[in-house]
Nanobody
Framework: QVQLVESGGGLVQPGGSLRLSCAAS????????MAWYRQAPGKQRELVAQ???????NYRNSVKGRFTISRDNGKNTVYLQMNSLKPEDTAVYYC?????????????WGQGTQVTVSS
């Protein structure tokens, strides 16, 4: 069994910064791509950023230049540095990872962490 636990969310003023972390634990042989999604009230979940095992990154247009995704393979952890935050970034942020565990390869999701950008 594999668990993903996010941390680092909270309330921040417009223009501020937050750093989200997501640590994977359990029966992990290897982790492939990792990503952050978000879901605002009344909206569909959307991809924010993703990073491959080779550190290739991809971002949705609205966060390019403001958000940075990174990973620490030794700690099985993915990060999302969010700068110049805007009210429209308010959402629950979820991390996901494609993990090779005992017997299979599948995606796992964290429980989500709330990010609120408001003055």
């Amino acid at each position: 069994q594999v668990q993903l636990v996010e941390s680092g969310g909270g309330l921040v003023q417009p223009g501020g910064s937050l750093r989200l972390s997501c640590a994977a634990s359990g029966s992990i042989f290897s982790i492939y791509a990792m990503a952050w999604y978000r879901q605002a009230p009344g909206k569909q979940r959307e991809l924010v950023a993703q990073i491959t095992s080779g550190d290739t990154t991809n971002y949705r247009n609205s966060v390019k230049g403001r958000f940075t995704i990174s990973r620490d393979n030794g700690k099985n952890t993915v990060y999302l540095q969010m700068n110049s935050l805007k009210p429209e970034d308010t959402a629950v942020y979820y991390c996901t990872a494609i993990v090779r565990s005992t017997g299979d390869i599948r995606d796992y999701w964290g429980q989500g962490t709330q990010v609120t950008v408001s003055s």
